[in-house]
């Protein structure tokens, strides 16, 4: 396997007079697969998260909102990046002491994982950290792990590869996802195929949007998305060709789970709105319908096979 180095990574930047958008598709941005999202707001302004290292997992951490330090340590050398930008992100191999600090106010940092939540993947003492960098032990699980348990299965996978029909508006699901509370910010996280009905291959977001903007307005053949308000509000608009359901997403631990074969769009976003989208494919132009009249022939078309 390649050794991967920590370093910072751009992203691209689309920008748009309707706001900009930034996108992270596993194996291309990032030298990973995405297993695990999560991301921490609410943190008080000059607060520290987030001190420890692991064994196997990667990350790759961004400031969607607002601007914070990620303190850097192999066991040799130690590095501060400073994120403040929603298109500039750092990747932390495995082995790396981390620590998140120097919050702003109204922070909002994303954090895309390789593994699941595993406690033994953790290392909680520095000392331990760089006693296990030498090889000299093995670490045991601590108890004080903050809990990222994915006991709780909010959607049945057998969705995916059963649907005998083009799904209706009614098929689009608002969730509640778990809220940690914590006195250094809260945090709300996702696994893929477990909160999320489906593999996490793209994670893209819409940010500096204009207050009043409407965004999307179009739909998708093959790919699911699940739409999350990580700040401020807005209005998910959904169109199945015959019925229109509209959702107002307004809090980072609620998501709308969103179909292929529905229109949809955001409008009416609030100021410093950020709409965190998690994508189940990797993006394809042949995947998108962006022309409405194409889509209601689509629709059509597939329902007469169905």
């Known amino acids: 396997m390649k050794i991967q180095h920590e370093r910072i990574i751009q992203l691209p930047k689309i920008a748009d007079g309707r706001g900009n958008l930034s996108i992270i598709e596993q194996m291309e941005q990032i030298p990973f697969a995405i297993s695990r999202a999560y991301w921490i707001y609410d943190v008080p302004g000059g607060f520290s998260r987030g001190e420890h290292a692991y064994k196997q997992n990667q990350e790759f951490i961004v400031a969607l909102s607002g601007s914070f330090d990620v303190e850097l340590d192999n066991g040799t050398e130690k590095n501060i990046y400073h994120l403040n930008r929603s298109y500039m992100g750092v990747y932390v191999p495995q082995g790396t002491w981390r620590r998140m600090t120097n919050f702003s106010t109204n922070s909002l940092a994303l954090v895309l994982a390789s593994n699941p939540f595993d406690a033994d993947d953790y290392i909680l003492n520095y000392e331990e950290f760089l006693l296990w960098k030498q090889g000299k032990i093995v670490t045991t699980h601590s108890p004080n792990v903050p809990v990222q348990s994915a006991d709780v299965t909010l959607f049945s996978q057998s969705i995916l590869p059963h649907v005998h029909r083009l799904p209706s508006v009614f098929d689009c699901s608002l969730c509640q996802l778990v809220r940690h509370h914590d006195p250094e910010g809260n945090l709300t996280f996702v696994y893929e195929n477990v909160h999320v009905p489906f593999p996490i291959n793209r994670v893209f977001y819409s940010y500096d949007i204009p207050g009043g903007e409407d965004r999307g307005a179009h739909a998708h053949k093959q790919c699911h998305q699940f739409i999350i308000a ?46 965190l989208v998690l994508a189940s494919h990797a993006y394809n132009e042949d995947d998108y319908l962006r022309n409405y009249a194409s889509f209601i022939a689509y629709r059509q078309s597939n329902d007469k096979h169905l």
């Open 230 to 275: 990580a700040s401020g509000s807005f209005e998910v608009v959904l169109d199945d060709g015959v019925n229109k359901r509209t959702v107002m997403l307004n809090r980072p631990f609620w998501a709308l789970h969103v179909p292929p074969g529905i229109w949809a769009s955001e409008q009416g976003f609030s100021s410093g709105s950020i709409c």
